[in-house]
């Protein structure tokens, strides 16, 4: 794998087209199909295959997306960190992960960052497998998603906020007003978003307690995606109830009922233990629990599909 390539790939996972990634990089369309047509061809795998919202991924192809925007980025960040340092400005690098990243975390971290003027916060989507290693290796400063099946004694950890998900489907899917079984929800079409190939979360603790095959597993760019083919009819979604809550009022979703249908989980913030974490992360992870925080994370506009990033993608709130 080269750089070009991987720069390449990078630039259609982040736009969702090969002409907007050749658009961006001003290269020829051709080009950008030849750099992923040679990973292709290299790593044995598909990668994505294209649908009517948008780019589904393989489990490999996500891997790559997150692996390719973290090399792409240590340079971006590098320069970041020189810069905010030269200007007098503090960094705080949040690594969460996708699901909060996509839905909760805009509004949470405008809302701290609007409190201090000198303040930068870096926001990345990390797997939640690696939160400990990430934070004592200094990667970031505090991670924000589930919490991890066996703890680390060096992590600190406290709830932020308890959640719920949901399966859902659009008014036209066969099930729609039944209350499905286990074996009639494996044999759905499952359309997922990046933390379904994660290693802990609720989505993920859903597809293993009803053993959903990975065949009937499609994977999308963005949970928004997901929910906007399941809009379509094309299949069952899994989705936080707080995001979908209006559409199902609405109609525009049905939500489906019965024992295998919901998983309740909560969010933690973790720092550094032993007052290893910078001010800015424990202080972030004070606020995060406050009733101003949980609004701002229920009411965020969160990242629509086009925007959000399955991968260590730099977004700055000053």
Known sequence: MTPTQLRAYSAVVRLGSVKLAAAQLEVSEAAISLHIGQLRR???????????????????GLRLASRAAELLGLQDITVLEVS?????????????????AEHAAPGLIELFAGRAADLDVELSVRSPATFAALLQTRAIDIAIGPAPAVP?????????????????????????????????????TWLLGPSAAADG???????????????RQQIFQSHAAALEEARRGRGVAAALSFTVAPEVRQGRLVQFGGPYTAVDEVWHAFTLADH??????????????????LQAMMRGAGVNKGRFRPSVHVTLWS
């Open 201 to 215: 979360g609720a989505i993920r603790m859903l597809l293993r307690r009803l053993a959903v095959p990975d065949s």
């Open 84 to 100: 905010t340092a030269g200007r007098g400005r503090r960094l705080l690098r949040v690594g969460a992960s996708s699901l909060f």
């Open 42 to 60: 290299e790593l044995g795998d598909q990668l994505f295959s294209r649908t009517a919202s948008g780019l589904a991924f393989t489990p490999g």
């Open 152 to 188: 680390d004694p060096a992590v600190s950890g406290r709830p932020v906020m308890n959640y719920r998900t949901v399966l859902v489907a659009g008014p036209d899917h066969p099930l729609a007003g039944t209350q499905p079984s286990a074996g009639q929800l494996r044999e759905q």
């Open 276 to 293: 290893g974490a910078p001010a800015a992360a424990a202080e972030l992870a004070r606020f995060a629990t406050t009733p101003r925080a």
